[in-house]
């Protein structure tokens, strides 16, 4: 089956600075969503970008398909963005079969 | 707010219960999906309905039964659960048209078993 993995697995930051998180993905894919997994274990998401770039205020997102990867970018970063971030990517088929990678606990201190 | 609700929030059960988890999700979507998170892992999927029907059972204990009465509704009834299965029980939904489309995922399910 399709692999996931993010980096990096770990990323502490200051308040106010910026980050790039990568997801690599091991085969072709139709659907990729970037997440943020709250301390409550909520999944808030963030974007639905099976390719392209989006932005969303600090957050925006580029998928480049045809190299197999992901980056989402945060600036400015504040002690709410801490917790983990996921991408899952879905191969297609007849079901939207959603994979997560292995994820990014950021930590952001005051 | 999600838009999939998930209930009850915290569960603790015996090994000898039985007891069921419940999602709702009121966008019109008919893939329904149940994920397992153990601590400090990534989801993992479960079942996965498409219009009412289960397509996708990823070889999950017979212990977990999915149950989808609707397309509103999706269920997991528990029963005879081992000590190992305590984790967060997440609901998704996603629309169909196209099979590509987005997951919405609700709060979640947190499970203890005693």
């Known amino acids: 089956g399709i692999q996931v993995e993010q980096s990096p697995p770990d990323l502490i930051l200051q308040e106010g600075a910026n980050s790039t998180l990568r997801c690599n993905f091991s085969?072709?894919?139709?659907?990729l969503q970037w997440f943020h997994q709250n301390p409550w274990g909520q999944l808030i998401n963030l974007f639905y970008?099976?390719?392209g770039t989006k932005q969303n205020g600090r957050l925006s997102a580029t998928t480049v398909a045809t190299e197999r990867y992901s980056l989402l970018y945060i600036s400015s970063s504040q002690t709410t963005d801490s917790g983990v971030y996921f991408c899952?990517?879905?191969?297609?088929?007849?079901?939207?079969?959603?994979?997560f990678g292995t994820g990014t606990l950021l930590a952001v201190q005051p | 707010d999600t838009e999939v609700t998930q209930t009850p929030k915290h569960l603790v059960m015996g090994m000898t219960n039985k007891k069921s988890l419940k999602c709702e999700q009121h966008?019109?979507?008919?893939?329904m999906y149940w994920y397992k998170q153990k601590a400090k892992k990534p989801p993992e999927l479960m079942f996965v309905?498409?219009?009412?029907?289960?397509?996708i059972n990823e070889s999950v204990p017979s212990r977990f039964s999915p149950e989808c009465p609707n397309s509103s509704l999706l269920n997991l009834h528990l029963h005879a659960l081992q000590p190992e299965d305590s984790a967060l029980y997440l609901c998704?939904?996603?629309?169909?048209?196209?099979?590509?489309?987005?997951?919405?995922f609700g709060e979640g399910s947190r499970l203890t078993v005693l």
């Open positions: 309905y498409s219009y009412e029907k289960l397509s």
């Open positions: 966008m019109g979507h008919r893939a």
């Open positions: 899952a990517v879905s191969a297609g088929g007849a079901t939207n079969k959603l994979i």
């Open positions: 998704a939904s996603s629309p169909t048209r196209p099979n590509t489309g987005e997951l919405f």
């Open positions: 085969d072709s894919v139709n659907n």
């Open positions: 970008i099976p390719s």
